[in-house]
């Protein structure tokens, strides 16, 4: 054959190979287009506005920053009552609040995740009439809320990790400025120092919380306390003023990875409205009892000490747009 035939024809062939992953192209991109409309519609339709979300989340600083993406979708909102998402007021009222925030998650195979956690903050319970909701009435109720999640709304999540979890709010003087304070929430994150107070059907956790509560704990139990929380090395922060340890319920769920596996935006935004609308705690075999509503929700931010979502959480003064505070005790 000719060389200049042959120039020709492969010319031709790379024409059409060319034409051909142009055409792959526009219809790739045709499809992924059309897919974003139709996420937009969906989260229309749950009232999230949508320019207010591109115009504030960095596609690639807040890319997994699913937090921020519900504060933004809630806060510029109106189908979003201020009293569930605005901070002040859900403190003034003194709300059952529901804490946001990720994590991420390794388990014993070395297999690492980032998740969206809910925490319920459990009221104290010692209190009150027998009519009222005590700590396994909490621990159910939270329970059968997260597997409901799971089933009605993230169905391609794997199953809800739950537990309940003690933490210690410690208040301290900001080293970068000591005319502010932060709080921190820290996990005790060492069964031994409760193991004692355990019974054989419980890990002693719940004796734990009680006891602080009633200053009833053994003094072996504190001093396992107060070493591990030397160990964390808090109680050497100046001005240490402030000590709470509260109970709190954990429910996390696998964010959703490129292959579409975990909770979305639009399903998080779906469990959150069940949960501050539809979901109460109720006492199970007494429903004279009054129910507890979860009706106050605070989205953590990353830490800037830290850098793990903490108390430091998303805000939006009126009028204005989005910030970041720090929650202090």
Same mark, same amino acid.
Request: glycine letters at 6%; aromatic letters at 12%.
């Given at each position: 054959?000719?060389?200049?035939?042959?120039?020709?024809?492969?010319?031709?062939?790379?024409?059409?190979?060319?034409?051909?992953?142009?055409?792959?192209?526009?219809?790739?991109?045709?499809?992924?287009?059309?897919?974003?409309?139709?996420?937009?519609?969906?989260?229309?339709?749950?009232?999230?506005?949508?320019?207010?979300?591109?115009?504030?989340?960095?596609?690639?600083?807040?890319?997994?920053?699913?937090?921020?993406?519900?504060?933004?979708?809630?806060?510029?909102?109106?189908?979003?009552?201020?009293?569930?998402?605005?901070?002040?007021?859900?403190?003034?009222? $003194?709300?059952?609040?529901?804490?946001?925030?990720?994590?991420?998650?390794?388990?014993?195979?070395?297999?690492?995740?980032?998740?969206?956690?809910?925490?319920?903050?459990?009221?104290?319970?010692?209190?009150?009439?027998? *009519?009222?909701?005590?700590?396994?009435?909490?621990?159910?109720?939270?329970?059968?809320?997260? $597997?409901?999640?799971?089933?009605?709304?993230?169905?391609?999540?794997?199953?809800?990790?739950?537990?309940?979890?003690?933490?210690?709010?410690?208040?301290?003087?900001?080293?970068?400025?000591?005319?502010?304070?932060?709080?921190?929430?820290?996990?005790?994150?060492?069964?031994?120092?409760?193991?004692?107070?355990?019974?054989?059907?419980?890990?002693?956790?719940?004796?734990?919380?009680?006891?602080?509560?009633?200053?009833?704990?053994?003094?072996?139990?504190?001093?396992?306390?107060?070493?591990?929380?030397?160990? *964390?090395?808090?109680?050497?922060?100046?001005?240490?003023?402030?000590?709470?340890?509260?109970?709190?319920?954990?429910?996390?769920?696998?964010?959703?990875?490129?292959?579409?596996?975990?909770?979305?935006?639009?399903?998080?935004?779906?469990?959150?409205?069940?949960?501050?609308?539809?979901?109460?705690?109720?006492?199970?075999?007494?429903?004279?009892?009054?129910?507890?509503?979860?009706?106050?929700?605070?989205?953590?931010?990353?830490?800037?000490?830290?850098?793990?979502?903490?108390?430091?959480?998303?805000?939006?003064? *009126?009028?204005?747009?989005?910030?970041?505070?720090?929650?202090?005790?």
């Amino acid at each position: 054959m000719d060389k200049s035939l042959k120039i020709i024809g492969g010319s031709l062939l790379a024409l059409a190979a060319g034409y051909a992953a142009y055409r792959w192209f526009k219809r790739e991109e045709k499809k992924l287009d059309q897919e974003r409309k139709a996420q937009d519609q969906e989260l229309k339709d749950l009232g999230v506005p949508t320019d207010k979300l591109r115009e504030l989340i960095d596609p690639v600083e807040d890319e997994n920053n699913l937090t921020k993406m519900l504060a933004t979708s809630t806060m510029f909102s109106p189908e979003w009552d201020e009293d569930i998402i605005d901070p002040d007021r859900a403190l003034e009222r $003194n709300g059952n609040m529901i804490y946001v925030t990720q994590e991420v998650f390794k388990n014993p195979k070395g297999r690492v995740s980032d998740d969206l956690v809910f925490y319920f903050d459990i009221p104290n319970y010692l209190h009150g009439s027998y *009519k009222d909701c005590k700590i396994g009435d909490y621990i159910r109720a939270f329970k059968d809320a997260a $597997n409901y999640i799971w089933c009605e709304y993230a169905k391609f999540s794997p199953a809800p990790r739950c537990k309940l979890v003690g933490f210690l709010a410690v208040t301290y003087l900001d080293p970068r400025n000591e005319d502010d304070e932060i709080t921190e929430m820290i996990e005790l994150d060492d069964p031994s120092v409760y193991e004692e107070l355990s019974d054989g059907s419980h890990d002693g956790l719940v004796a734990f919380y009680e006891g602080t509560l009633n200053k009833g704990l053994p003094e072996s139990v504190s001093d396992k306390f107060n070493a591990w929380f030397a160990k *964390k090395g808090y109680a050497d922060k100046a001005e240490l003023s402030t000590q709470v340890f509260d109970l709190m319920f954990k429910v996390s769920f696998k964010l959703q990875d490129q292959n579409g596996i975990g909770i979305n935006l639009k399903q998080a935004l779906q469990a959150l409205k069940y949960l501050t609308e539809e979901f109460t705690v109720e006492k199970q075999y007494n429903k004279f009892g009054k129910g507890v509503p979860y009706d106050s929700v605070l989205f953590c931010a990353p830490s800037e000490i830290t850098g793990e979502h903490d108390l430091t959480w998303y805000y939006r003064p *009126k009028g204005k747009e989005l910030v970041v505070e720090n929650y202090v005790y």
